[in-house]
């Protein structure tokens, strides 16, 4: 049994190692001059593999929820924690279940599975672009632009859009279209959103714990509290990353995304004018504990309050409302440069529920963040490369032609 792989990224590298594992012999086919380049600058180059927390596909975008939930139970975090342990890999868990690398280093993920790459003896052949994949009786004939391949089975693994200086340009769609199969728009996903912002350029750069609360045509579509960016064109963040899939998606279908910000989460608005009815002074001696100072700047400028003057007890007391409540109209997102993830893809609908080949095509397999799957920051999208990679590996190399 021959099995190709086309894209050594997450979900590549461990189809490969999956399908060698049930009898295959194996060879991977990757554009980029190394493998794994997309792992490597992961989680700002310390990759956050998987997340002990993931149970299911709750909190995934999926065409087909149910398949994606039967999926990601079938090779669950701590599959992934057993097969990066045996591959010598040590880790370590941060709160929340965020499991890293225990060197804080991406490139040790990246050099375990290649180590069971090389243990394996699958070819792996760099710089060798796929340019099309035809299927002739019970046989594949891959074309890359330097040399003919031929296999009997094959497994998608080429990427997303996202990133696209890793090698995900979207070629695994062009090539699954050939197929027969469909592609839901791929768009950028975990990125920073534009926005029509009420103080102009004037927080650029500024950090701001905060809670964002997303509306769509006026409805209560997300709520996500931690850091959150300004920028020039907009709102940035893990906060707002966490919401991006959500708001993109909203806006393809011409729909309105308004995003509500509350500067000072942690307390009650009691609480907070509580603390200032006794304080006297200017308003940054009664307000400059609460914000960041170009915040405070910005807001007393919406208030129309010059710097250094007095503080009336209601102009304070409105200040802080305003905060809690600050109206952001979505507009766009940055591009595919900027995104970590895809959302879009081949439709999971159009693949087996259990094995991940296509139902266009026999011998065909799809795996990772080409497929429409995607999840929030903390190692849920790794954790689906290794689960359908993993799955679609497993299924590909085993079993009679």
Known sequence: MEVYVIGAGAAGLMAAVSA???GAAVTLLETMEKPGKKISITGNGRC???NRNIQDANFYFS???KTADGILKAFQAKDTLHFFENAGLLMKEREGGLIYPYSDQAQSVVNALLQEVRRRKIKLKCQ???LSIEKKKARFYIKTEGWHYEADRVILT?????APATGSDGNGYALAETFGHTVIEPLPALVPL???????SLLDGVRSRAKIT???DGKVAGEESGELQWTGYGISGIAVFQLSSRAVRALQNKKKVRAEIDLLPDFSEKELLSRIQKREGSYEEVLGGFYHAKVLKALLKEEKASPGEKALPDKAASIIKKSRQLSLTITGSKTFEQAQVTTGGIPLKELDEHTLES???KGLYLAGELINVDGPCGGYNLQWAWASGHIAGVSAGKGDL
């Open 194 to 200: 534009t926005a029509k912002l009420p103080f102009g």
């Open 158 to 162: 080429c990427g997303g859009k996202a």
């Open 20 to 22: 060698a594992d049930a």
């Open 359 to 361: 139902k266009k095509v």
């Open 128 to 130: 060798e672009r796929v």
């Open 48 to 50: 956050n593999l998987t």
């Open 63 to 65: 065409d087909a929820p």
């Open 214 to 216: 997303l509306f769509i």
